[in-house]
């Protein structure tokens, strides 16, 4: 599904909006609300948003459990960290215990960090379906880049053919080449995925990842094609220049 967004405000409301339904979802039928945060821009008026009034009161943030899609290796208190971000904007100004903060321990390095990561998602969450399936998200909340990476899997990126792990190291461009991120496998068993895209120059990727040939290897946001009525694309004006109105109403 896609929807339109005039702007960044709309697109927050709108995003802030499947943030209560998913949780409220979540919370009746499993007591607890499994949400994967992201890192970027875009995501930051949605965190401003969620914590004011009366935002704040319409999320159980009490049964909350947060994780993150990927994290650059850095310390928790480096500029570039997804962690830092969200901390900041979401995580401090509401008040939500340490023990249910799961962030991804980046700072020991990418592939120690993958493995402790795996182990946390599996303690927290359990057991997946099926033989060694991740355990689902109950909302994964993603970014696209300019180049139609979503978390840290990048174009040609080895991560894009892992199928057994759940969290793996990841190369990334630089300043942050070094990167975790959750697999193919954990996008695709997320109850809901919530793809938030603005800026114009991000307008030609989505197109192509909308619309072209599917090649994930290039294009790695087309993993999420496949999630049908379980992907919400929230994309902003500028970030739909190149698409056309079919391209909603196929997709809405």
């Given at each position: 599904m896609?929807r339109r967004?005039?702007?960044?405000?709309?697109?927050?409301?709108a995003?802030a909006?499947?943030?209560?339904?998913a949780?409220?979802?979540?919370?009746?039928?499993?007591?607890r609300?499994a949400?994967?945060?992201?890192?970027?821009e875009?995501?930051?008026?949605?965190?401003?948003?969620l914590?004011?009034?009366?935002?704040?009161?319409?999320v159980?943030?009490e049964?909350a459990?947060?994780?993150?899609g990927d994290?650059?290796?850095?310390?928790?208190?480096?500029?570039g960290?997804?962690?830092r971000?969200?901390?900041?904007e979401?995580i401090?100004?509401?008040?939500?215990p340490?023990g249910?903060?799961?962030?991804?321990?980046?700072?020991?390095?990418a592939?120690?960090?993958?493995?402790?990561?795996e182990r946390?998602?599996?303690?927290?969450l359990?057991?997946?379906?099926?033989?060694?399936?991740?355990?689902?998200?109950?909302?994964?909340?993603?970014?696209?880049?300019?180049?139609?990476?979503?978390?840290?899997?990048?174009?040609g990126?080895?991560a894009l053919?892992?199928?057994?792990r759940?969290v793996?190291?990841?190369a990334g461009?630089?300043?942050?080449p070094?990167?975790?991120?959750?697999?193919?496998?954990?996008?695709?068993?997320a109850?809901?995925?919530l793809v938030?895209v603005?800026?114009?120059?991000?307008?030609?990727?989505?197109?192509?990842?909308?619309r072209?040939?599917r090649?994930?290897r290039?294009?790695?946001?087309?993993?999420?094609?496949d999630?049908?009525?379980?992907?919400l694309?929230?994309?902003?004006?500028?970030?739909a220049?190149?698409?056309?109105?079919?391209d909603?109403e196929?997709?809405s």
């Amino acid at each position: 599904m896609l929807r339109r967004c005039a702007g960044l405000e709309e697109l927050g409301r709108a995003a802030a909006e499947e943030v209560r339904q998913a949780a409220a979802a979540a919370v009746a039928a499993r007591g607890r609300f499994a949400l994967a945060l992201s890192g970027g821009e875009t995501p930051r008026g949605l965190y401003r948003l969620l914590v004011t009034e009366p935002w704040r009161g319409r999320v159980d943030w009490e049964r909350a459990e947060l994780f993150w899609g990927d994290e650059r290796a850095v310390p928790p208190d480096d500029p570039g960290s997804n962690y830092r971000l969200a901390e900041a904007e979401l995580i401090r100004p509401l008040g939500i215990p340490a023990g249910r903060v799961h962030r991804i321990p980046a700072e020991r390095g990418a592939a120690a960090a993958a493995e402790e990561y795996e182990r946390e998602l599996g303690r927290v969450l359990g057991p997946g379906a099926g033989a060694g399936g991740p355990p689902p998200l109950d909302l994964l909340l993603l970014g696209m880049g300019p180049d139609g990476h979503v978390a840290s899997l990048f174009p040609g990126s080895a991560a894009l053919a892992e199928r057994r792990r759940w969290v793996v190291p990841a190369a990334g461009p630089p300043p942050w080449p070094e990167r975790v991120t959750l697999t193919a496998p954990v996008l695709a068993a997320a109850r809901r995925a919530l793809v938030l895209v603005a800026g114009a120059p991000k307008a030609e990727a989505l197109a192509a990842v909308l619309r072209g040939p599917r090649d994930p290897r290039r294009l790695p946001a087309q993993l999420l094609l496949d999630g049908g009525e379980r992907v919400l694309w929230l994309v902003d004006q500028s970030a739909a220049a190149r698409l056309d109105a079919r391209d909603a109403e196929t997709r809405s």
